[in-house]
């Protein structure tokens, strides 16, 4: 893919900027990135190489302390794009990529590096304001600089529009001037780094080089984009591919975090955290609910883009998304019922109370499969308790990570108090390396397991959500066999069979197994395969390619120990990692396919004499995610649920995830709860208060 400059968004003459960089300029390998304060498409911004602060409307004064009232000033400021640039600072800054600075983009670099700047030029407006034209005067290059250097000049001739200045007594933290005004010393012409070890090239200039009028010829304008170009050139960040699993197109290119980005991340997230926590629990449920209204507002846009890159139908995306804002809507509601001080016993001699204070910055490590669910499962309860988040979400699902962090932050919530971090497995090993307060996961086993004993040492708290092997028990005694039929069906292959808590398992009762497999198939056969983005779609593409293989192996091993493929059982031959969704008769627990997560569209039926075969049998496995028992009778099915080491039972129902209820694994499905009282405290360190007399 091209190297990508990120040009920001400017009223102001755009087109200048953008056309200042030729076709010959570009070749084959660079292209532009319009990166703007009105879009917010902060999510651009991790996709580019090095970037261009543009021209125009002064920087808001609230920004460097400075007075709002001056000579000059415009109508209004532009915070937003104040506020988006800033971001694309710090994040050139803290993945060292080139940057250039023009004009305004200088004064902003200036005030973001604790700078000052002059509001108005009085005086001097004469010479640098541009009235019909760019005013034009001489500039001398400092010796040694890195201008100098580039121009090979000691000084040269530019344009000038501008009312504002640096303020000398005021030049920002590392920067140095590289050139001056001819007419007077100290007016400052040009920035760049003091001490440029382990800096990307960073230039900035007062003028516009974009449009100066002998800009081909004159080395203050074509030799610094040259420059800038081959540092862009330069660049070797590590990209993360997303590609979409129906047409195996690459839909992005993003830059991956590393050890110092993600670094920069958690200190950044440490100064934010008690700020946040200071905040009325009140504010901070506030907040939370207007993200989920921006989940609302934004619903069509968000569900394309998550079946883009996990090939899910576009209306179960849709789903997600309203089961994120359920979940939320549970869990604001009750924060302050679980999350406020708990009187526990109170008389005249002695107090007693529980405070539920955060743990500090918490790291979630996510999954790909429902990143709104069990990413809100996870971060909502955190920010709600007063903690920051470093959220990873799965390499598989970062557009929809990018998305939710920008919609935090529209919601509310400090640029500093939630981060993402992207990229893969070394991504989520630097994380590792980190001082948390807490560390969440949500994802395999083998993961599970590996940072569980990589984080025991720093002695804090790290829960576990992992996969699972959920078993389905159809008593003797069911009534309608086809409506069971169809509803387990759907639990077993909702969202492709892609979830945690999907039947991965079916045990029934000898009576009704020919009815119930006859239906069940009936049910699988009717289902709409294809496109996920066409509507009516039920079984769309698998979210990861390697899973093909997994089930393949499942389907083969099986069928050559004996079992009866009743659908499916292949890849099917057409672009996309499409699998038919299989149905397997005749198994048994020597097959791989009724004891390790399948993690898509193949279930295994197995036929049992009675209740106690059954429990026998469910209980025959390393997980304990979920277990259900469909029968007409509450008390059979409870009975027999209780004898399941599992974290959920169900009964005449399965896959299902209630807000209300704690979600949390057994054995190989890990430990720790999720939602519920239990899952908003989890992200807590409860202290015990005993408060004698007066
Ligand atoms: P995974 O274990 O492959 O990856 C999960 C996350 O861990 C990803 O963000 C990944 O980048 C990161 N990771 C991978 N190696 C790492 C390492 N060495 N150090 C640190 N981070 C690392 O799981 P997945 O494929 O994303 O998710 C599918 C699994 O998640 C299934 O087993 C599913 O059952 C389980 N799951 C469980 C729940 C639950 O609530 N119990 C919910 C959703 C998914």
Known sequence: MKKKIGISFTHTFFENYWNWFTPADLGNDVELVELSFEKNNTEDIYRCDGFLLTGGIDVDPSFYNGNANYENSPALFQPGRDYFEEKIYRYSQANKLPLLGICRGMQLVNVLQGGKLIQDLDNKNERHRKEKSDKEHHVFASNNSLLGKITGAEGGHVNSAHHQAIDPKAIGNNLVPNAFDSDDEKMIEGLEFADKSNKAFMLCVQWHPERIKDKEENPFSENLKRQFLAAIRETSMKKLTVTNPATEDIIAELNEDNRESLHRKFESLKTAQPGWNKLPLSERTATI???????????????????????????????????????????TDNADKYLSDEAMRSNEEMEEKISYEPLGVVCNISAWNYPYLVGVNVFVPALLAG?????????????????????????????????????????????????????????S????????????????????????????????????????????????????????????????????????????????????????????TYIGPLSRKEQLQVLEQQVNEAAKKGARVLTGGKKMNQKGYFFEPTVLADVTHDMAVMKDESFGPVI?????????????????????????????????????LQQINAGTGYWNCCDRVSAALPWSGRKHSGFGVTLSHAGLRAFTKPKAYHLKGS
């Open 445 to 536: 086993h083998k993961t599970g397991k590996y940072i569980y004993e990589k984080v025991a040492s720093k002695m804090v708290p790290c829960q576990c959500e992992l996969g699972g092997k959920d078993p389905l028990y159809i008593a003797s005694d069911i009534k309608d066999i086809k409506a069971v039929a169809a509803g387990t069906a759907d639990g077993a292959f909702y969202n492709n069979g892609q979830s945690c808590c999907s039947v991965e398992r079916i045990y029934v009762h000898e009576k009704v197994y020919e009815k119930y497999v006859d239906e069940f198939v009936k049910e699988v056969k009717s289902w709409k395969i294809g496109q996920p983005t066409t509507e009516g």
């Open 604 to 640: 295994g039926i197995m036929k049992v004499k009675d209740d106690e075969e059954a429990v026998r049998l469910m209980q025959d496995t390393e997980y304990g995610l979920t277990a259900s028992v469909y029968s007409t009778d509450k008390n059979r099915a409870e009975k027999i």
């Open 387 to 443: 903690n920051a988040v470093m959220y990873k979400p799965s390499e598989y699902a970062t557009l929809t990570g990018l998305e939710i962090e920008k919609l935090l932050k529209l919601a509310g919530i400090h640029s500093d108090l939630f981060h993402i971090a992207i990229g893969g497995k070394d991504t989520g090993e630097n994380l590792l390396d980190l001082p948390f307060d807490g560390y969440y996961f949500t994802g």
């Open 289 to 331: 609910r207007k993200f989920s209204s921006l989940l609302e507002e934004n619903i069509e846009q968000l569900a394309a883009i998550l079946t883009s890159e996990v090939g899910k139908p576009l209306q179960q995306s849709h789903n997600e998304i309203k089961g994120a804002m359920a979940r939320i809507k549970w869990l």
